[in-house]
């Protein structure tokens, strides 16, 4: 199955379909792209803002779900941005935290207001 994400006027990902690999001539990416477009397009009664989308990210480094934005100068989807505080890391389109993760086999979770994680007691 070719995976393809329907955009909204701001590139947000609103809907996600699997397309048959017959529809797509079971083309790589990138040929296979212009054919899914095709196809939704007529499909979807005219409808045109579809990207395709990787199931393993083998392309646009994640796989577009609801919510997540495609950014085209980064030829990628990005997820929502989890807290005000992180930065997106360009090259591999993850938002990442002030502070890394704590090592260790303890859980934590992120705390916004001191920007620390909190280890979560059970």
């Known amino acids: 199955m070719a995976n393809f994400a329907k955009l909204d006027d701001q590139n947000v990902v609103v809907e996600v379909i699997a397309v048959a690999n017959a529809v797509v001539d079971d083309l790589p990416f990138p040929e296979s792209e212009a054919l899914g477009v095709a196809f939704l397009t007529e499909w979807s009664g005219g409808y045109t803002n579809w990207k395709q989308t990787s199931y393993n990210a083998n392309f646009r480094k994640n796989?577009?779900?609801?919510?997540?934005?495609?950014?085209?100068?980064?030829?990628?989807?990005?997820?929502?941005?989890?807290?005000?505080?992180?930065?997106?890391?360009?090259?591999?389109?993850?938002?990442?935290?002030p502070n890394p993760y704590p090592s260790g086999e303890n859980m934590y979770t992120w705390d916004e207001q001191s920007l620390q994680w909190v280890e979560v007691i059970q």
Do not use: E, R
């Open 63 to 97: 796989l577009a779900g609801i919510g997540y934005t495609y950014v085209p100068v980064l030829d990628a989807f990005v997820p929502p941005k989890p807290y005000p505080s992180w930065t997106l890391d360009a090259l591999v389109c993850a938002w990442v935290p």
